[in-house]
């Protein structure tokens, strides 16, 4: 089980990673964009160079980061840009763990297998945590 940083920025995530992967001298594990995702993920206008996932390794930890989404609902604003995300040992590791999470809060994406190979889903808790429970199904 690891827990990591998940950041979210308002169309700037590339340049706030690339400033990062500068400072700490550490060459990003992944880098996708809205258009490398499924055609929905970058219909709306400008959002198909937006970054849907950054990925840049610090030791054990991965500090993660992605734009916010057109289709993410409400408006991003502080408090809500970030999340803690948790990688779950199995499938029903993920299941436990977000249902005790979620009860009481919001479940913002309900776990799901998803087009990277995952079994993910996010939710925020009742204290206003936001978090995101992913099991990598396969190499995606």
Known sequence: MALNIHLTFDGNCQEAFEFYRSVFGI???E????????PEMSET???A????HVALPMGSSVLMGAD???HAGAPLMAGNNF????????????ESVFARLSEGGEVTMP?????WGAYFGSCTDRFAVNWMINYQLTGG
């Open 111 to 115: 776990l799901q297998e998803t087009f």
């Open 49 to 52: 160079d937006l970054v849907m």
């Open 68 to 70: 916010w989404s057109p």
């Open 83 to 94: 999340s803690i995300s948790l990688e779950g040992r199995s499938r029903e590791h993920c």
């Open 31 to 38: 880098f996708q964009t809205y258009a490398d995702g499924p």
């Open 27 to 29: 060459e990003f594990a």
């Open 45 to 47: 206008e400008g959002a």
